[in-house]
Antibody, heavy 115, light 112 residues
Framework: EVQLVESGGTLVQPGQSLRLSCAAS????????MTWVRQAPGRGLEWISS???????NYADSVKGRFTISRDNAKDSLYLQMNGLRVEDTAIYYC?????????WGQGTLVTVFS | DIVMTQSPDSLAVSLGERATINCKSS????????????LAWYQQKPGQPPKLLIF???NRDSGVPDRFSGSGSGTDFTLTISSLQAEDVAVYYC?????????FGQGTKVEI
């Protein structure tokens, strides 16, 4: 059974940094593209970044230059380094196993940026 | 970027009645290489992550009740719940995986 468990979400102030982690299990992690999707409180879904098994990365314009996605295939883990956080980055961040459509989602981790 | 626009934003349907949600993409999401539309539908209930319902615009995921169906091609798509059940109260999103950035519709809230 595929499991994705996010961690690292917390309350931070604008301008601070945070690193989110996602522990994956139940599948051959290195074979799959992985994605971060976020959802602001009461709002819709926003794709923010993806990384292929080989490490090729893509970012939404809203986070480009501030966020960095990475993975450790030996540890079956996905990461999101978030720098220069803004109030508008407040959201639940979901780790998603990519495969064109998004079948497997984690439960999400809440990041709150408050001034 | 492909903009996904859903309509309506919300709808109230009686139990047992049909619910229809529309999704329009700003450009075609039909992929000629595999002859499929790169569109999925998700259901999200409060406090939960989204759940996949439909992929390739028309294929129901395993375990999804057959009252859910997807249709459409190119730029215009529809999710239909043929006979609304109480457990179908949720927000529904369409999603294009044709190109980056992946984009979602704004969501449609279905209520009884």
């Amino acid at each position: 059974e595929v499991q994705l468990v996010e961690s690292g979400g917390t309350l931070v102030q604008p301008g601070q940094s945070l690193r989110l982690s996602c522990a994956a299990s139940g599948f051959t992690f290195s074979n799959f593209e992985m994605t971060w999707v976020r959802q602001a409180p009461g709002r819709g879904l926003e794709w923010i970044s993806s990384i292929t098994g080989g490490g090729s990365k893509n970012y939404a314009d809203s986070v480009k230059g501030r966020f960095t996605i990475s993975r450790d295939n030996a540890k079956d883990s996905l990461y999101l380094q978030m720098n220069g956080l803004r109030v508008e980055d407040t959201a639940i961040y979901y780790c998603v196993k990519d495969g064109w459509w998004y079948y497997n989602w984690g439960q999400g981790t809440l990041v709150t940026v408050f001034s | 970027d492909i903009v996904m626009t859903q309509s309506p934003d919300s709808l109230a349907v009686s139990l047992g009645e049909r619910a229809t949600i529309n999704c329009k993409s700003s450009q075609s999401v039909f992929y000629s290489s595999n002859n499929k539309n790169q569109l999925a539908w998700y259901q999200q209930k409060p406090g939960q992550p989204p759940k996949l319902l439909i992929f390739w615009a028309v294929n129901r995921d395993s375990g999804v009740p057959d009252r859910f169906s997807g249709s459409g091609s190119g730029t215009d798509f529809t999710l239909t719940i043929s006979s609304l059940q109480a457990e179908d109260v949720a927000v529904y999103y369409c999603h294009q995986y044709y190109s980056l950035p992946r984009t979602f519709g704004q969501g449609t809230k279905v209520e009884i």
